[in-house]
């Protein structure tokens, strides 16, 4: 086996033989997904207490027993949701009134919302991402003459329409946007099309289509406008703006959540599936309100459900209340849950999930911040039944601190969770278990500033990181590390470093994922005014030592901010890999905001090259995992088919001659791993520390055996070895 | 459900008043400084050397032969009583001719021999005692016999009581009562024929009596429902002495046909009498801290006369302003002038001529260190001829003489509308700026009102959306903020309603810090119809310099009456920052049998909001920003002024404090905040945005950041950022 002295002997020497580490030829361990492109494509419909409700890319929609609502998402430069209701009023067939029955609630069928007007004619809508498409689908049409649908319309907009000659209707408040009607069409059971009429009488949205057509339409016929979303050109209203993340195993999707203003005080919470082979999935409205904020959301893998955590007012200033909402596995949503007691003011919430897959891995927490008060600690349990429900247990506190802020709670822990929050001048963490009890005695650690700093934490429930922003002059501030171990009497300070320090710039919202055999911590830093970037940088188990070079991570937009990273194995997964979020933003006002994401793996994939053959015997060497920095796994595998072979060697050499014997050359050792062959097969485990000094660094590797009835090599009449590869260090 | 539900964030124009009357109410903390002054008004002045004593209902003149008592009637009464005899059995004694009256603190005496005639001079009537050192002669009962000249038909007469009166009022001599230097007491009676009037004492009790003995009625005189002593209160604070005037007319003069006292009351200090000539009309008051003395005002046979009055017993003589031309002044308004050394005085008043549209005159005085007044410089401010027709109710800020500017205001129709229109003029009485005008935002402007200081004003209007002469309370109150515009001129805000459609009237405004304190009336319709201007419930509010939004919550405040009087106890250019939130309300109260009034120091629930200035600004900009009304249950406004561009705000709970462009320094995180614009600014170069804050108590604590970014010409953080910053304001709710 290789020693302790081995490792450090081999990584002083490729330390030194590396020199100024390069990755020009490193793979990329982390891939941007075009979440434009998910976003745009988003549509989603279901049913809430309200009747149905639904959204696309830069809408939301409301169907109930009066009709539609329609609301474009003006973002929060809006003063006010700018809504545009259409209600049926009549249908003419010339002078000819067809009977209709209005006030029926609309039927849900997947993204269609269906009124039942009389049992020839159907009311339809289709929520698209790029608007909701009316349809009405005439069976039976008695009668003569043009076909008339005559429409109520209400709401902030309905005043505002302005004809675009026939092929549409804008409802536009100036400066900010608002809805188009397109133009109609009707299309008969032969597929003949027609173009229809358009028009505002009285106040009243008026559908035509023309006699001629109507009077030799096949049926069923169809009347066909589409109402979208008509965008401002001065002011672009993609407002989507806090975000997170999180992995659910069974599926093997992602969960983005985010919030999405349709104006000032007027909020969407949407989320979105992405499967990590299948790409972007269900989109689905998880709630509205007036001001929804800081949103979270964790894994319950053992119920293959989602907690999302959010905070919702009446107003920006508040009062908040913490609610929950579970998410089913079927994406639709379970009661929703207020965490924070009635009549308090609660805010900036975190959830842990459960990544275990037991029949009591079914708990978790919720820790959030309560006004004056300070830091709250709620348990939770979800039902395995269908429903989803969620049952609160225990209520503890955290801290009593009013000053205290920012909590956040480990994600990947198990049964037993780390909290952490900020004081002005420090950050503490406290550990409890899942049931929502506190336990040992937590850690205060000064930031070496007074600001209060942002903590982020994660850990696999005996070992933490724990990464804040520390303020040490106004405009820069730098992400520290602390690594926590827990003592069975409380979490101990085991390690403390720097996760990045750039003098004079801002570094700030740390975010950390358990991967497994790293940490991946990311963070904002200040790029220039209107101006930050992502930057994520993997970290070692222990210690607090960088273990990867620092990724920028570009976004759709100038600005890059809040980053949030679901593992997969928060999830349940038994994976080293992450999604990377965060939100994207203009540089002006109003600071319009996308959504980007990136896919992490904290290990590229091994480069390696044959320097040279080997020479008697059959003999193979084998990497075996990637030989990237951090991985302890690494290993090398000799295997061969004589059976003569009793001791197997590897030689590690730094580039230097090799060694020549007879016909067979080897790689000059700094030092040797050996060991017997059992079945002609050895694995020498060669674990890569997380030095980034490595980066780069060479190492060439060649087995040998001894034993097999070949004469090569005079020196060592028995010797057979492999192929010489050359490994490069990479992360 | 309704969806189409207002947000909660934005607040329309309309929903001001709900607002106002909505909001959970922060009740001002308040502690009464004086009550009821006109009712505890008790005086002995010589004036135009007769000598008066003085209560709260009457006024009684002491002359050698006789003592007049005249009631506060609204017409000219008076009850003339002569002391002719006293008698013990049947041969009554003249009673010796008497010296001059004398006066001793509130007791005025006559000698008469033996017997001493007092009258001891009490807030609620005269106790007439005739002191007998020795009896008259003989061993009956002691009677007084007294000649008595009323004006009043004789009213009522009984064994121990007489009145004289009518509708306008009464004068009552009851109780007669005698008491021995024993203090033994026995009741007596009296008699009336023929114009004497017989006080008797039994003989039992008078053979007995230790001497000396006094024979006691009492003389009171008293006015019907509704009459109330003090209908036109006005005060003002002088912040050296810390001492209020509150000045009233009150019926009470024995000349003219509507006999007027112009009566004053310090607190503390007590009562002054400002002016008996009979004629006056309502008084109103200013400070003028120079002097640490008041300048009382009131119209007078056609002219304004004024006083300076530093104590009750020192005052100026009094001057007459204006010559008298025969107009009449309905309406009169003074400043206060708070400057440590300057001693102008400004009036505005409407001139109401015999014949032609009357006029708004700013008339502009000087108090001497001896309390006499100059002779005053007078400027026409009002338009004439053409479109203009006559002026109304004017206005001058009470406040408001910062950096000698002075704003007025005053009603005029123009074109057929009734329009408010102000400038601004000078410590000298000179216009200084151009005039401005504003419609009514009604059909009439039946009150106008203003306060302020230093750029920023508020004016208040009441205006009726029916035809004029619109009856009750109908007419409804707006407020407008007047700033200043680059030129130095006065430019009016959009009004903004502060009562419902059921109206309201008798405003009332007072600076306080960043905030106007209003006090208006509003129907009591609960108690009696809403026409009846007596049946009114009394409010008061704050609301926002700036926007005239609502941030302390309309409250009952006073039962059934009117607000008269609304000062700020710290003065224009010499605010005490820890009276800024301070303000004296006078009030006529009670129910209608029991008017009165009160005085009270307010000090209104200074929870302002906790700002803090973070710095930040670049780019060029100039402007001045404010935080306005952070508190639970009010609105905050977000205000920058006098910009010239486009402006976003940036408001949130989140700070980012971004750098790199140059020395701007983006305090709130624009990532997570509301960003609200771009908004135009008004003719002032002001913006503003409201946000209206829970009555929630966890609020409290919860801190905004809010900054504003400007585009405009010559605006520019640095090359990369095309946008000026303000400063950041840090808010915290309170």
């Known amino acids: 086996m290789l020693s302790a002295v081995h490792l450090r002997a081999v990584a002083a020497a490729l330390a030194v033989s590396s020199g100024a580490a390069t990755l020009a030829q490193a793979p990329a361990r982390a891939a941007r997904l075009d979440t434009r492109a998910m976003l745009d494509a988003v549509a989603a419909l279901a049913r809430d207490a309200g009747g149905l409700a639904g959204f696309g890319r830069d809408y939301a929609v409301r169907f109930d027993a009066d009709g539609i609502t329609y609301t474009p998402a003006l973002g929060r430069r809006a003063p006010a949701p700018q809504r545009l209701a259409i209600r049926l009023g009549s249908l003419h067939r010339g002078d000819l009134a067809l009977p209709i029955a209005t006030g029926a609630e609309p039927r849900l069928d997947g993204r269609l919302a269906r009124y039942q007007r009389s049992p020839s004619i159907t009311e339809c809508y289709e929520v698209r991402a790029d608007g909701v498409e009316q349809t009405f689908v005439f069976t039976e049409l008695p009668g003569r003459g043009d076909l008339v649908v005559r429409c109520q319309l209400a709401g902030e907009l309905a005043g505002r329409g302005a004809a675009d000659g026939d092929r549409a209707l804008h409802f536009v408040a100036p400066g900010l946007g608002g809805v188009t009607i397109g133009a109609v069409t009707g299309i008969d059971a032969r597929g003949a099309t027609c173009s229809g009429g358009l028009r505002l009488v009285d106040g009243a949205l008026e559908l035509s289509l023309p006699a001629a057509f109507v009077d030799r339409a096949a049926l069923p016929l169809v009347l066909d406008p589409l109402i979208g979303t008509r965008i401002s050109v001065t002011a672009g209203s993609d407002d989507d703006r806090e975000l997170d993340v999180a992995y659910d195993r069974t599926s093997d999707d992602f969960l983005v959540v985010w919030t999405r203003a349709l104006a000032a005080g007027t909020t969407e919470l949407r989320a979105l599936e992405y499967g990590r082979s299948t790409g972007p999935g269900a989109a689905f409205l998880v709630a509205s309100g007036n001001v929804i904020r800081r949103p979270r959301v964790a894994s319950q893998n053992a119920v293959d459900r989602f907690v999302v955590v959010y905070e919702s007012a009446p107003t920006l200033v508040g009062p908040a209340t913490v609610l929950a909402q579970v998410v089913n596995a079927d994406r639709t949503l379970g009661p929703n849950v207020a965490i924070s007691p009635a009549g308090s003011y609660c805010v900036e919430p975190d959830v842990s999930g459960n990544a275990g897959s037991g029949f009591a891995d079914v708990g978790g927490l919720i820790v959030y911040r309560e006004q004056g008060a300070g830091i709250r600690l709620q348990q939770y349990t979800l039902n395995a039944g269908s429903t989803g429900t969620m049952v609160l247990g225990t209520r503890a506190t955290v801290s009593t601190d009013p000053a205290a802020q920012h909590p956040r709670i480990t994600r990947s822990a198990g049964n037993r969770a780390v909290v952490a929050f900020g004081l002005p001048g420090s950050v503490v963490a406290q550990a409890t278990t899942i049931f929502g009890s506190v336990i040992g005695a937590g850690l205060s650690a000064p930031t070496g500033g007074s600001a209060t700093p942002s903590p982020a934490v994660d850990g696999d429930g005996t070992q933490f990181l724990l990464a804040f922003d520390a303020e040490l002059a106004p405009g820069d501030r730098d992400i520290r590390c602390m690594q926590l171990s827990w003592t069975g009497a409380g979490v101990m300070l085991a390690g403390y470093d720097a996760v990045s320090q750039r003098v004079g710039i801002d570094e700030l919202q740390p975010a950390v994922a358990f991967l497994g055999p790293k940490y991946l911590v990311a963070w904002t830093v200040a790029a220039g005014f209107m101006s930050y970037e992502v930057h994520a940088k993997a970290m070692a188990p222990s210690g607090c030592n960088e273990c990867g070079t620092e990724l920028t991570l570009a976004g759709s937009l100038a600005s890059e901010v809040l980053p949030a990273i679901a593992s997969r194995r928060s999830g349940g997964a038994v994976a080293d890999d992450a999604l990377i979020a965060f939100a994207s933003h203009s540089g002006q006002p109003p600071f319009e905001g996308n959504i980007d994401a990136w896919l992490f793996t904290p290990f590229s994939a091994t480069l390696q090259t044959t320097t040279a053959t080997g020479c008697g015997n059959p003999l193979s060497l084998q990497a075996v995992g990637q030989f990237s920095i951090g991985n302890a796994a690494f290993s090398l595998r000799l295997s061969t088919t004589d059976p003569n072979a009793t001791l197997g060697f590897v030689s590690l050499g730094l580039g230097g001659p090799p060694l020549v014997c007879g016909s067979c050359s080897l790689v000059a050792p700094v030092d040797l791993l050996s060991g017997p062959l059992p079945g002609g097969v050895a694995t020498f485990p060669l674990p890569v520390p997380c030095l980034t000094a490595l980066l780069g660094a060479r190492l060439d590797v060649q087995g040998g055996m001894v034993g097999s009835a070949t004469n090569l090599c005079p020196l060592l009449r028995t010797l057979s070895t492999s192929s010489a590869i050359r490994l490069t260090v990479v992360e | ?734």
């Not at chain 2, 000219?76 to 041969?91: E, F, K, Y």
């Not at chain 2, 009382?296 to 007459?320: D, F, M, N």
């Not at chain 2, 004016?459 to 407020?479: E, I, K, Y």
């Not at chain 2, 030129?487 to 309201?504: C, E, F, H, L």
């Open chain 2, 1 to 734: 459900m309704n969806r189409f539900r207002p947000s909660l964030i934005a607040i329309a124009p309309w929903a001001v008043t709900v607002l106002a009357a909505t909001a959970a109410a922060q009740h001002p903390q308040r502690s009464m400084i004086v009550d009821h002054a006109p009712d505890r008004f008790v005086l002995v002045q010589r004036a135009d050397d007769v000598l008066l004593g003085m209560g709260a209902r009457y006024t009684a003149r002491f002359h050698t032969d006789r003592v007049e008592v005249a009631p506060a009637t609204s017409r000219p009464h008076t009850v003339a009583l002569r002391s002719r005899a006293a008698a013990r059995g049947a041969a009554p004694e003249p009673l010796a001719r008497t010296t001059p009256p004398r006066e001793d603190g509130l007791r005025v005496r006559y000698g008469r021999g033996a017997i001493t005639e007092t009258y001891d001079v009490r807030a609620d009537g005269l106790e007439l005692g005739y002191v007998f050192a020795e009896l008259p002669a003989g061993d009956g009962d002691l009677t007084v016999t007294i000649d008595v000249d009323s004006s009043l038909p004789l009213a009522a007469v009984a064994a121990d009581a007489i009145e004289f009166g009518d509708d306008s009022g009464a004068v009552r001599i009851a109780g007669v009562l005698g008491i021995d230097a024993l203090g033994n007491r026995a009741a007596g009676s009296m008699e009336y024929a023929r114009h004497v009037l017989t006080l008797r004492l039994p003989a039992a009790f008078v053979a007995h009596a230790a001497l000396p003995l006094v024979l006691d009625p009492l003389i009171t005189a008293t006015t019907p429902l509704g009459v109330t002593p003090g209908n036109s209160l006005e005060a003002a604070y002088d912040a050296t002495t810390d001492r209020c005037l509150i000045v009233w007319q009150q019926p009470g003069g024995t000349s003219g046909t509507s006999p007027m006292e112009i009566r004053g009351w310090f607190e503390p200090g007590g009562a002054v009498l400002l002016d008996s000539a009979g004629s006056a009309g309502s008084p109103v008051v200013g400070n003028c801290n120079a002097r640490d003395c008041f300048v009382v005002a009131w119209p007078e046979t056609g002219g304004i006369v004024a006083r300076a009055v530093a104590s009750p017993t020192t005052l100026g003589s009094l001057k007459a302003l204006t010559n008298a031309t025969g107009s009449s002044w309905p309406h009169l308004a003074i400043s206060t002038n708070a400057s440590p050394t300057a001693d102008r005085m400004v009036i505005v008043a409407t001139e109401a001529p015999a014949s032609g549209p009357a006029s708004c005159r700013v008339l502009a005085t000087r108090v001497s260190a001896s309390l006499d007044l100059a002779a005053a410089a007078t400027t026409t401010v009002s338009g004439s001829g053409g479109l203009y027709t006559g002026v109304g109710p004017v206005a001058i800020a009470k406040s408001g003489g910062a950096n000698g500017r002075y704003l007025v205001a005053w009603s005029q129709g123009f074109g057929g509308t009734p329009t408010a229109f102000m400038g601004l003029c000078t410590d000298t009485g000179a216009l200084a700026s151009t005039v401005v005008s504003r419609p009514a935002p009604g059909n009439d402007l039946t009150e106008i009102v203003a306060d302020g200081q230093d750029g920023q004003w508020v004016v208040g209007l009441r205006s009726s959306p029916g035809a004029f002469p619109t009856p009750g309370f109908a007419g409804r109150l707006h407020l407008l903020g007047v700033g200043l515009d680059g030129a130095g001129n006065p430019t009016p805000r959009d009004p903004v309603q502060i009562t419902d459609d059921s109206g309201g009237g008798l405003l009332n405004l007072a600076l306080a810090g960043r905030r106007v304190v209003a006090s208006y009336a509003v129907p009591l319709q609960v108690r009696c119809t809403s026409s009846d201007p007596q049946c009114t419930s009394s409010r008061i509010a704050s609301f926002t310099l700036t926007g005239c939004l609502p941030c302390q919550a309309a409250e009952e405040f006073y039962w059934t009456g009117t607000h008269a009087a609304l000062v700020r106890p710290s003065a224009s250019g010499n605010v005490d920052p820890q009276r800024a939130e301070e303000v004296v309300a006078f009030a006529v109260t009670g129910t209608l049998a029991t008017h009165s009034s009160q005085g009270s120091r307010l000090t209104l629930d200074n929870r302002v909001g906790l700002v803090t200035d973070l710095g930040g600004g670049c780019g060029g900009l100039t402007a001045r920003v404010y935080a306005e009304c952070a508190k639970t249950g009010g609105t905050h406004q977000a205000v920058v002024k006098s910009v010239n561009g486009t402006c976003w705000l940036v408001i949130g709970t989140d700070r980012i404090d971004m750098r790199g462009c140059g020395t701007c320094v983006l305090v709130p995180d624009p990532y997570t905040s509301f960003v609200v614009g771009p908004l135009r600014t008004d003719r002032n170069g002001d913006a503003s945005w409201q946000l209206a804050v829970p009555a929630t108590p966890g609020l409290v604590g919860v801190r905004l950041y809010e900054q504003w970014l400007v585009s405009g010409p010559g605006l520019q953080g640095c090359a990369s950022f095309p946008f000026a910053l303000s400063n950041a304001l840090q808010v915290q709710i309170q």
